[in-house]
Nanobody, 120 residues
Framework: QVHLVESGGGLVQPGGSQILSCVAS????????LGWYRQDPGKQRELVAT???????LYGDSVKGRFTISSGNAKGAAYLLMNSLKPEDPARYSC??????????????WGQGTQVTVSS
């Protein structure tokens, strides 16, 4: 059974930075993709960023140039560095895991999600 542990989130000021982390366990860590998606109530779920174990990354258009996803050289981990946070960034951010390649739709395994709030 895949288990995803997320950490990070909370309140940050506009223009500030925050790091979210996700660690996967209980699954084969070969040819996998770890990613972050976000969703605000009443809105569609949106791709934030994904990291494939070969180093390939993919970003949603709204976060390109501001957010960076990496593994930190740790297998099964994905760290999302969010810089220059904007008022439109608040949402519930959820980690997603599956075996595949970047660009795939979200997989079946989700973390519990963490709320990011941007406010002064």
């Amino acid at each position: 059974q895949v288990h995803l542990v997320e950490s990070g989130g909370g309140l940050v000021q506009p223009g500030g930075s925050q790091i979210l982390s996700c660690v996967a366990s209980g699954a084969s860590l070969v040819c996998y993709v770890l990613g972050w998606y976000r969703q605000d109530p009443g809105k569609q779920r949106e791709l934030v960023a994904t990291f494939q174990d070969d180093g390939t990354t993919l970003y949603g258009d709204s976060v390109k140039g501001r957010f960076t996803i990496s593994s930190g050289n740790a297998k099964g981990a994905a760290y999302l560095l969010m810089n220059s946070l904007k008022p439109e960034d608040p949402a519930r951010y959820s980690c997603n895991f599956g075996r595949g390649v970047s660009g795939d739709p979200p997989y079946d395994f989700w973390g519990q999600g963490t709320q990011v709030t941007v406010s002064s």
